[in-house]
């Protein structure tokens, strides 16, 4: 089974610090995903990568960068956090063009 | 603007009895649509999903339906079980090419309570 593992389950994290959170997919997949979920908005895209070194956009980008040196790790950056950034955030992967996502389990993320 | 919607946040469902959750798109350009269900704490997980050369795929008790000139299409599940109680999002994937392909827009989430 592909594995999609999300390095935090809960982080509490303060205004104005730079957060990490960190996805690894032990499955070759070419596509890693980041998504965060807030009740009655559903999962929001926010950025994501086809290759390695290669990134685009989601809907809702702003605030957050990402990176992906490896294949297998794709890291989701919060420049300088903010309490609106507080949420569950999902990553995701899946294979070429392929539609079937696995999720990670999820990070929830407090900043106060 | 949400191109894929579920306008009924929760559900509440006897136990035996059909579970029907519903979702309606904007976007003509999508072309598969897919059903995941969630517990809280876990990632969510693929339940069903359905091409949109079809209007039905069933898997047990999990029944989707789509109906392409209303853009909506629902789950039913039959009979209900306590298990089933998760959140449940509707997904669509676009055919428009280059990079979007493969990306999936999401639903809000319907809440599915089945009680005993």
């Known amino acids: 089974d592909v594995k999609v593992t999300q390095s935090s389950r809960y982080l509490v994290k303060r205004t104005g610090e730079k957060v990490f959170l960190e996805c690894v997919q032990d499955?070759?997949?070419?596509?890693m995903f980041w998504y965060r979920q807030d009740p009655g908005l559903g999962l929001r895209l926010i950025y994501f990568?086809?290759?390695?070194?290669?990134?685009e956009k989601g809907d809702i980008p702003e605030g957050y960068s990402v990176s992906r040196e490896k294949k297998e790790r794709f890291s989701l950056i919060l420049e300088s956090a903010s309490t609106n950034q507080t949420s569950m955030y999902l990553c995701?992967?899946?294979?070429?063009?392929?539609?079937?996502?696995?999720f990670g389990s999820g990070t929830r993320l407090t900043v106060v | 603007d949400q191109q894929v919607k579920q306008n009924s946040p929760s559900l509440s469902v006897q136990e035996g009895r059909i579970s029907i959750l519903n979702c309606d798109y904007t976007?003509?350009?999508?072309?598969?649509f897919l059903w995941y269900k969630k517990y809280p704490a876990e990632g969510p997980t693929f339940l069903i999903s359905?091409?949109?050369?079809?209007d039905k795929n069933e898997d047990g008790r999990f029944t989707v339906f789509l109906n392409k000139s209303a853009k909506h299409l629902s789950l039913h599940i039959v009979p209900s079980q306590p298990g089933d109680s998760a959140v449940y999002f509707c997904?669509?994937?676009?055919?428009?090419?280059?990079?979007?392909?493969?990306?999936?827009?999401f639903g809000q989430g319907t809440i599915l309570t089945v009680h005993p």
């Open positions: 995701a992967s899946s294979p070429g063009t392929s539609y079937g996502y696995t």
């Open positions: 499955m070759d997949h070419e596509n």
């Open positions: 990568s086809y290759d390695v070194k290669m990134k």
């Open positions: 976007n003509s350009m999508f072309d598969y």
């Open positions: 359905i091409s949109s050369i079809k």
């Open positions: 997904a669509a994937r676009s055919n428009a090419g280059g990079t979007s392909y493969g990306k999936l827009t």
